[in-house]
């Protein structure tokens, strides 16, 4: 395809402009668009008809005129190039250098929507990631290849928690080339720094590449930032056989970004505004994450999103969770009552947890104590609730050891420093030191020689 | 040929396609993708491409191939991997590598393997559309039947045997048109359902090993069952559970736009599973198509077709299929994307208004039925189908349209997922239309009411349902002690009966004879202890009861050794409440009771 040039821009409207009178305009074409004041402007075509195209305009239409604005259509869709010399750097949400150092020397460029990974060429994830957070290993394991988001809300500390689990995620037992990518959309100054600034504290910066997208900056720009990770960890992992942690954060601003676009185009809508395909725009990002047979690298993914009004059933979580191979899901009543990190497990889950756990992983025991937590602190909760109503009197004694298990375990188990490491033997003995206050015929999702090894060692 | 003039997402609007047919296969710009035509005006066709179509500009030519979509079948599906318009992915990796490129064109059976051909039938039979002409052993478990296509009759002039490849003419018949070639390999287009002679009434339970389904709430074979549930609530480990130990010959597994690890999952765990019937691999058994999330959504929509064309397929040879379709939803909105692109009228929350149509043909290509051939054949296609509705909730178009037509509703619950109850199905909520059609079955094979059991059962967590309520307001304390050895029975019930960890070696699959023998055990002990508190013996005595750890230990026996320790156990049981009643007449017993 070689490169044209028009000046028929023909009507502007939200983050789309139309272009008349083009040919052999191809359809996800990139294109550069000059205003009468000279800025250039990066697009791209959404809908190519013979003699018409519409192009969402990635910084946003402002300063476009349907008289004077040149629109050059540059012949190839769009690409971002890959190398390991982006490690240590820090870039736009357009991909451009914004950490005053030269243009890196590419070895190749990639199409940025990537393509599928064949399913049949995926290897299994099964590697277990220590994060050292006890809910997380314990019950929520996380493993390489896996996309697992965290639900958050506004003003609870997920922030802390992605840096806090980028600093201390290892793979036990194993020296091995890791990186990390990190995708900011829509997201503060103040924000931006405190993951740079403990990138560079803890080193990890040397082996981070930084993709900023930032409240300020062009809203239709996040449809393209998260794209442009993906590939540089995409690289990174099967190329340069890296195990690549991307973090995505905040998805919230994506989809809403994305939404914009929809209603520009006065699509028919899905669910609360957000368009239909929205299920399959975020899978497009979300299933770029795994492991493939035969290639050294993985890249997994902890994309975070805040729930509007901390409603899991919002268009933007639910989708996510259908996506993604679990959640962990912050609460804000843990949050308020001082519990760190805030997240309940109920609600959260680890799809891949089962072949990353047990014997050769972690310990023989893990999947049961899991199990038995989880009904437990159900239990707990449940009854916690019953008293609200009608009294811890009314309560039998069983009922008693629950709620005192419930209480326990947010303190002492969920709970942990910012800094803390637990390892995770660390946080199976903590589980079935908490097991022990229950009454033993309770525990009925343990196998019974495991109650004999860990419940009651000589 | 046509001329491309508009591109918008998955689909691609081509002027001067006169002559072209609806529903036609096209090959669509210079890279030749794959298209349908879904939409004709004049000569416009309306075309979905089943590939990206990133790059692709009007003036690019469109090429019809007169043919419909369709799908090969013959010898090669057991075992294979297909994307929703059957390109076969192992083939196509080995091609392009480890990414889906488009472009590329692989057949979906292989084209120089040779199968070992066993004729049927002599020179000069008489045959009939639907006869068997012979047999390919595909593999350990499945005889691959080689039938006469639909809509061909004839004298048999030649029949061969020995080493074929699935192109080469295996019959050559003496129709009344005149000689007509049978190769191993047909063709059938997927949007048409596959002839047989006569639909029956399903009367056989599909057996799934999953408790809460065959004995609470049976899908039948050749039925139809929906479970739909929000994210994270069970749906696909129930469908996968089913897909591997349900008592079906054949597993047709469609993974709709779904996760590509969990089609990994599938190709890495079914192999090295026994088929608990036969022994042999459960791969063995299973054709599984992937059209993942990420893959085109157009072909996602078209994959749903193609996997129950492949399960009708085996039905004719008569067999008893169980097709898994995981997601419909996704399906549906495959079909919501597309018609949004050609800006249609939309229906209820922008799902095109043909969405309850498309449902109902899909679930109608469900049944039992007599197939074609001279031979009494009998098959089924039993299909179930995830739903994913938006926030868990079911007010929404795929899942109302959904419940409109199947016949069992496995109702997953958000709030059992989150205790970790697995199954999450919910017991109050889902329903089986077939218990009057399979209790004949559970009659003759276990000569137990499983029926009468089965709604005792029932009736039992009803009532445990509603004094959940009155504990709400007043807490446990207050209630009567055959109320609360009710409460204690369904906990028993919910605990030691319901919940099925998949994960577990044994508990994974549990045979219908112990199944009802744990049931038994279960109600037996409700009873027992409804009774004991009606006489005056405290519910915290009967929790103490050594027999009720006997009971939550029966879900990790094998069936062999749970039929061994049955009678002991209804033996242990019944001496246990023996003795608390005596204990109770004897005065000793009344202090220790009175704590
Ligand atoms: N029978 C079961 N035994 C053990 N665990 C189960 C069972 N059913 C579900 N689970 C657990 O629940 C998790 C989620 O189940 P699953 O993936 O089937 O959900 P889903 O309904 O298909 O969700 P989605 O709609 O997002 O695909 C599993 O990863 C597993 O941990
Ligand atoms: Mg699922």
Redesign the interface.
């Known amino acids: 395809?070689k490169s044209r040039e028009y000046l028929t821009v023909a009507e502007v409207y939200g983050p789309l402009m139309i272009v008349e009178g083009v040919?052999?305009?191809?359809?996800?074409?990139v294109v550069d668009i000059t205003t009468p004041d000279g800025e250039v402007k990066h697009g791209q075509v959404?809908?190519?008809?013979?003699d018409r195209a519409v192009i969402q305009v990635y910084e946003g239409t402002r300063g476009i005129d349907t008289f004077k604005t040149k629109v050059r259509f540059r012949g190839e869709?769009v690409k971002f190039g890959v190398g390991l010399e982006v490690l240590g750097r820090i870039f736009s949400g357009r991909g451009e250098p914004i950490d005053g150092g030269p243009k890196p020397i590419f070895e190749d460029e990639w199409?940025v929507?990537?393509?599928?990974?064949?399913?049949?060429?995926?290897?299994?994830?099964s590697e277990f990631i220590q994060t050292g957070i006890s809910v997380i290993d314990g019950m929520n394991t996380l493993v390489r290849?896996q996309k697992l988001p965290i639900f958050s809300g506004a003003g609870l500390p997920h922030n802390e928690l992605v840096a806090q689990i980028a600093r201390q995620a290892k793979v036990l037992g194993e020296e091995e080339k890791f990186a990390v990518v990190f995708c900011g959309m829509g997201i503060t100054h103040e924000e931006a720094a405190f993951f740079i600034n403990g990138f560079e504290k803890s080193g990890a910066i040397e082996r981070a590449t930084v993709f900023l997208n930032l409240a300020n900056d062009p809203a239709i720009e996040r449809i393209l930032t998260p794209r442009l990770a993906l590939t540089t960890a995409e690289y990174l992992a099967?190329t340069q056989g890296m195990h690549v942690l991307v973090i995505l954060t905040d998805m919230t601003n994506y989809c809403e970004a994305l939404r914009e676009i929809s209603a520009a185009r006065s699509?028919?809508?899905?669910?609360r505004g957000y368009p239909?395909?929205m299920?399959?725009d975020l899978?497009?990002i979300y299933?770029?994450a795994?492991r493939?047979?035969g290639?050294k690298g993985s890249v997994t993914q902890m994309p975070v999103l805040t729930m509007p009004a901390d409603d899991i059933?919002?268009?933007i979580p639910?989708?996510t969770?259908?996506?993604t191979?679990?959640?962990l899901v912050m609460e804000r009543e843990l949050h308020r009552k001082g519990i760190y990190p805030p997240i309940n497990p109920?609600?959260s889950?680890s799809?891949?947890m089962?072949d990353g756990i047990g014997e050769g992983h972690t310990r023989e025991d893990h999947?049961d104590v899991s199990?038995q937590l989880?009904?437990a602190y159900?239990?707990g909760r449940d009854i916690r609730s019953?008293v609200a109503?009608?009294?811890e009197?009314?309560?039998?004694e069983r009922?008693r050891s629950y709620l005192a298990f419930a209480d326990r375990f947010e303190r002492e188990f969920v709970n942990q420093g910012r800094d803390e490491d637990r390892p995770i033997e660390t946080t199976l003995d903590l589980g079935w030191e908490l097991l022990r206050s229950l009454p033993e015929?309770e525990l009925?999702?343990v196998?019974?020689k495991f109650i004999a090894k860990y419940l009651r060692p000589k | 040929m046509g001329r491309i003039v508009r591109i918008t997402g998955p689909v691609v609007i081509a002027d001067d396609m006169r002559g072209s047919e609806m529903y036609e296969l096209v090959r669509v710009g210079d890279e030749q993708l794959m298209g349908e035509i879904i939409g004709l005006t004049g000569d416009r066709a309306t075309i979905q491409v089943y590939e990206e179509t990133t790059g692709i500009k009007p003036g690019e030519k469109v090429e019809g191939t007169g043919r419909p979509l369709s799908v090969e079948l013959g010898p090669g599906l057991i075992g294979a991997i297909y994307d929703g318009t059957q390109r076969p992915l192992t083939v196509i990796r080995e091609k392009v590598g480890d990414m889906i490129r488009r472009g590329v064109f692989a057949p979906a059976l292989p084209r120089e393997k040779k199968w070992d051909f066993v004729p049927r039938v002599k020179k000069g039979a008489e045959v009939v559309e639907g006869d068997v002409l012979g047999t390919v052993k595909e593999s350990k478990i499945v005889e691959h039947r080689i039938m006469v296509p639909p809509g061909v009759r004839g004298k048999v002039l030649e029949i061969s045997e020995g080493q074929h490849k699935v192109e080469d003419v295996i019959a050559v018949l003496e129709t009344s048109e005149g000689k007509k070639n049978v190769r191993m390999m047909q063709i059938w287009p997927v949007r048409r359902a596959r002839p047989f002679k006569e639909k029956l009434e399903p009367n056989l339970p599909l057996l799934t090993g999953q408790r809460v389904a065959d004995t609470f709430f049976p899908i039948a074979k050749g039925g139809t069952a929906a479970i739909p549930g929000g994210f994270g609530t069970g749906k696909t480990v129930f469908l996968q559970q089913v897909a591997k130990w349900a008592d079906a010959d054949i597993i047709t597994y469609i993974g709709a736009g779904e996760r590509g690890n969990e089609m990994c999952d599938v190709l890495v765990h079914f192999p090295e599973l026994k088929d608990p019937r036969t022994g042999e691999s459960l791969m063995d058994r299973t054709a599984l198509i992937a059209n993942t999330s990420n893959m085109p959504v157009a072909a996602r929509e078209a994959g749903v077709y193609t996997g129950i064309t492949i399960a009708e397929y085996f039905r004719d040879m008569g067999y008893d299929v169980a097709l898994m379709a995981d997601s419909t939803s996704r399906w549906a909105e495959a079909m919501r994307e597309i018609s949004g692109r050609l800006e249609e009228m939309p229906g209820e929350e922008g799902f095109p208004a043909y969405l309850a149509s498309r449902l109902a043909e899909f679930y109608e290509r469900a049944g039992r039925v007599r197939t074609l051939g001279s031979d009494e054949r009998f098959g089924s296609v039993t299909v179930l189908g995830a739903v994913s509705p938006p926030g868990g909730d079911l007010s929404e178009p795929v899942s109302q349209n959904t419940l409109r037509i199947v016949k069992v509703f496995w109702a997953l619950d958000t709030g059992l997922a989150y205790r970790r109850h697995f199954p999450a199905i919910n017991w109050l909520t889902s329903y089986s239309m077939y218990i009057n059609n399979v209790q004949e079955w559970w009659k003759s094979k276990t000569n137990e009411d499983w029926k009468s059991l089965r709604d005792e059962a029932i009736a039992m967590l009803q009532k445990e349902a509603e004094l959940e309520e009155i504990v709400k307001l007043v807490g446990p304390d207050a209630l009567p002690e055959p109320e609360r050895a009710v409460l204690e029975s369904a906990r028993m019930m919910r605990e030691d009966f319901l919940q099925q960890f998949a994960l577990h070696e044994v508990d994974t699959y549990c045979a219908p004879e112990k199944q009802i023998g744990m049931l038994k055990i279960i109600m037996e002990f409700y009873r027992n202890a409804v009774e004991a508190a009606k006489r005056g013996i405290p519910v915290e005595e009967i929790r103490k009861l050594p027999v009720k750890e006997s009971i939550a230990g029966m879900k990790r026996l094998t069936a062999e050794e749970f039929a061994k320790q049955y009678r002991k156990m209804e033996k242990q049981l019944r001496e246990q409440f023996d003795y608390l009643l005596r204990m109770k007449r004897a005065p000793a017993a009344e202090d220790k009771c009175s704590g």
Do not use: C, W
Not at chain 1, 23 to 29: L, N
Not at chain 1, 393 to 396: F, H, K, N, P
């Open positions: 395809m040919s052999g305009v191809a359809y996800g074409e959404l809908d190519a008809y013979e869709t199409d929507h990537g393509a599928p990974i064949n399913p049949s060429a995926r290897e299994y994830p290849g099967f699509e028919v809508p899905g669910r239909g395909y299920y399959t899978a497009s299933e770029r795994g493939i047979k290639r059933t919002h268009p639910d989708l969770g259908y996506i191979e679990g959640q109920l609600p889950l799809r891949l089962k999947m199990n989880y009904a159900a239990e019953l109503v009608v009294g009197e009314a309560l039998t009922d015929s009925k999702r196998d019974p």
